[in-house]
């Protein structure tokens, strides 16, 4: 049986209503799926809690802009200041941020999540990230566990109504690839998800993407979704990273 999950952005992202809980795979811009984060935009899905590892990359950057715009209600990460946006909606009063964690164990509460567990038991941060009034927005103290006279946290997993996954290349059966930075644990965020979406760079026949290139495989892929091409994306941070001064603007009529 030959199923299609190739679809219009459209319908893909038409699974994001206000209110819900979106997981998306970045790190401090890098691996953003673009084409989704512009069509939030243009829609306006507001009230969102946005499950990410970092906030994204400053100066009006992709995820940045959701912030900006108002459109995240509530944040868990692993750090809110990566974008100038979040910290600025932080710091105003418009995002709510409960708790930071550690970035190894948000890792953990996501693939806790994906795997279907209640969640992971974490030494790191005892004694320190459950002190009294720390998270001043905690509806209750974070919980701890002994074990063998070894002191745990219990940190819940995580799950979302939709999973946003950014790839290099897909098949209609929903198998991706990823390259570079964007191998980290987007394969976890695919299955914490009740709804996934892969973006990608490039959508390929089944066969075209070797078995040990399959970063995600099908089952945990409901919809694929056209990108940036590959070239587009790189002129897409290219250009950003020119505006930042972190890399020289090209002299006039020379090409990359």
Known sequence: MNIDKVMSIDAAMAHVTPGARVMMGEFVGAGEPAKCIEWLLAHRIDRLTLIANTSGLRGDFLMGKLFAAGLIEEYIGTHGATSNEASDAYLSGKLKVRQFFPMGTWAEKVRAGGHGLGGALVPVGVGILDQEGLFPDLEEPKRTIEIRGKTYLVEEALTADVSIIRGYRADPLGNVE????????QKDLAMAGKFTI????????VGAIPPERVGCPGPFVNAVV???SLADQHTLYRDHWIKLGRLPKLPEGETP
């Not at 990823?178 to 191998?183: E, G, L, P, S, V």
């Not at 892969?198 to 026949?205: D, F, G, M, S």
């Open 198 to 205: 892969a973006e990608v760079n490039e959508i390929v026949p």
């Open 226 to 228: 056209q990108g940036y």
């Open 178 to 185: 990823f390259r570079y930075m964007a191998t980290q644990n």
